[in-house]
């Protein structure tokens, strides 16, 4: 479904992406894993076009993501979620309004509909309560469950997780994960999971791929990565 | 020397495209439907209604100066009598347009900048482009078409405001006729006066809500990350709309009227 072939990308010089071919079939979760600034959002983000690559390309179901353009890109793209970092809630909006507004902008739903598509989605993630609040008003968790609920709201085919569980403690990190599995066995979405969370993603994920100096050092599913001997890869995997 | 001096140039250059292009785009989307009206209507308030008050204000204190000083010098060449063609000419044709357009930048602008740069920076943009929005419908061209409604409008608030500050320290404080002070005014400021300030607070308005949210669109890029560059993005917006509303200012009296 997804495809990835001997991507090439460099910021002022600093090649950051020096080769990265990666296979994701249909819904398959795959974790990517590495140490900070290796490139691992920068991949997620030619991913879903928001940035152009020096060499190679991204393909989703054939179609090249660097040459779509208009219409073509906006239609592709209306098919991904994206789960930010930081979830990039929309700030002068409440967590309802967050959610309910691609419904609002990209579907012709009555406001009936729309306002119980948002709160059921707002349900799934266990933020009942918590609708009419502002981004500035809940925890950080919350934000990233917020996030995903409208990420989620219009049933995309693709989810891509930057860094889902950052900046959270283990127990709310843990939640969010199973909360993204909760998702993939309900949804079926594939998906992408940057992360830093090991082991624990394993229990969520089918493949793993670590990106090391800008090319993917090794690949597998959880269980053959614990049993690999690359060195760099067992000081990460522990 | 050279390589860097040609790689200076070509940046410049290029950033000078980008935001040729994005002026562009500004003019496309605002008019090909569909216009967030919603939104526009909420601009229109921020930009138009928020900025009343000051635009009186300094609108008032304007024409008083100017009632001041034109007074003082008409004086001594015994031309007292054309304070009200003075006091209006000078500000429908200049200075209305000219200190509306930078109360509207240090007071919108400056907020459209930072507020557009933080959605930026927080990668609100980038979600929107996500769900397969067009940003530019929803940062850009309701702000475009608000301050395209807001400028001439604002503008006109201050010439009135500023006529009426230059009739109470002409006419009331210093003893001018109130008949003269109008009367002479009717006689020789005309449509083509009135225009001439309608079009400059216009184009005014455009080069404000250009700067403004192409320095906001993009903060990060070429202005630094974080708060920083949120900090950098806004000055810049400032004084860069301050320079070209002068300098388009003088472009338009010499060249066009």
């Known amino acids: ?238 | 020397m050279i390589r860097k001096l040609g790689a200076v140039t070509l940046g410049r250059l290029r950033k000078m495209g980008i935001m040729g292009l994005f002026l562009f785009k500004a003019f496309f989307y605002s008019v090909v439907p569909p216009v967030k009206v919603m939104r526009v209507l909420k601009q229109v308030h921020f930009i138009g209604f928020q900025s009343t008050m000051v635009i009186m204000l300094t609108g008032c204190f304007a024409g008083m100066v100017l009632g001041f000083q034109g007074y003082n010098s008409l004086r001594q060449f015994g031309s007292d009598a054309f304070l009200g063609p003075a006091v209006g000419l000078a500000l429908i044709k200049e200075l209305g347009p000219v200190f509306s357009a930078f109360v509207v930048t240090g007071m919108a602008g400056s907020a459209i900048t930072a507020e557009i740069g933080i959605m930026r920076i927080s990668e609100q943009v980038d979600a929107l482009e996500l769900m397969g929005l067009n940003p530019y419908r929803y940062l850009v061209v309701p702000n475009f078409l608000a301050m395209i409604v807001c400028m001439p409008l604002l503008t006109a608030i201050f010439d009135v405001v500023g006529i009426f500050g230059g009739y109470l320290i002409g006419v009331k404080l210093l003893g001018v006729s109130a008949g003269v002070y109008f009367g002479e005014m009717a006689a020789y400021v005309d449509m083509a006066d009135v225009m001439e300030g309608i079009y400059k607070s216009l184009s005014f308005g455009i080069i404000i809500i250009w700067v403004c949210c192409f320095k906001g669109y993009y903060t990060g890029i070429f202005t630094g990350f974080g708060a920083e560059g949120v900090s950098k993005a806004t000055i810049q917006a400032v004084v860069m709309s301050f320079v070209l509303i002068l300098v388009w200012d003088y472009f338009m009296t010499s060249v066009l009227f």
């Open chain 1, 1 to 238: 479904m997804i495809s990835i072939d001997d991507l090439h990308k460099s910021f002022d010089g600093n090649e950051v992406l020096r080769g990265i071919s990666l296979d994701i079939k249909k819904g398959e979760v795959v974790a990517l894993i590495g140490g900070s600034g290796c490139g691992k959002s920068v991949l997620l983000k030619h991913v879903v076009g928001l940035m152009k690559p020096d060499s190679g390309s991204v393909t989703v179901d054939g179609k090249d993501m660097s040459m779509l353009r208009g219409g073509a890109l906006t239609g592709l793209r209306e098919r991904f979620g994206f789960l930010f970092q930081g979830g990039a809630l929309f700030d002068s909006m409440t967590v309802f309004e967050n959610v309910a507004f691609p419904l609002k902008e990209k579907t012709k739903l009555s406001s009936h509909l729309v306002r119980e598509r948002a709160f059921r989605e707002i349900e799934n993630v266990g933020l009942s309560g918590s609708e009419y609040k502002y981004p500035s008003q809940i925890s950080g968790g919350m934000i990233k469950r917020a996030a995903l609920a409208r990420s989620l709201v219009m049933d995309p085919e693709i989810m891509l997780f930057d860094e889902p569980t950052t900046g959270l403690d283990p127990v709310t990190g843990d939640a969010i994960l199973n909360l993204i599995d909760a998702c993939h066995k309900r949804l079926s979405f594939t998906a992408i999971v940057v992360t830093h969370e090991i082991p624990g993603v394993f229990d969520i994920v089918q493949k793993v791929a670590m990106i090391h100096e800008g090319i993917i050092l090794a690949e597998g599913t959880p269980e053959e990565f614990m049993s690999f001997t690359e060195p760099v890869v067992r000081a990460f995997v522990g």
